[in-house]
């Protein structure tokens, strides 16, 4: 099992930046990959963001050049750092661990950005 706990999440000003952070605690050594996801108001689950153990990084159009993704391998922990945050940004986002085989989530950080 891998256990995922979330942080960072809060209101903003459209604009503004927030970072999120993932801390992640048990059998990581299975892991190959790690990403956000993130939840609009009455819309369903989407992916924003992921990186490889290896360090690789890839993003959903809607965030390219404003999200960044990065690991602290020492720490174990996953972050995600947003930059000129839209309205259309809120959302809950969820912190996603997985490999082949196995997939695990955090319980959600809800982030809010006002016009």
């Known amino acids: 099992q891998v256990q995922l706990v979330e942080s960072g999440g809060g209101l903003v000003q459209a604009g503004g930046s927030l970072r999120l952070s993932c801390a992640a605690s048990?059998?990581?050594?299975?892991?190959?990959?790690m990403a956000w996801h993130r939840q609009p108001p009455g819309k369903q689950r989407e992916w924003v963001a992921s990186i490889t153990s290896g360090g690789s990084t890839n993003y959903a159009d809607s965030v390219k050049g404003r999200f960044t993704i990065s690991r602290n391998n020492d720490k174990n922990t996953v972050y995600l750092q947003m930059n000129s945050l839209k309205p259309e940004d809120t959302a809950v986002y969820y912190c996603?661990?997985?490999?082949?085989?196995?997939?695990?989530w955090g319980q959600g950080t809800q982030v809010t950005v006002s016009s």
């Open positions: 048990g059998r990581i050594f299975s892991i190959n990959a």
């Open positions: 996603y661990a997985g490999n082949v085989v196995e997939r695990y």
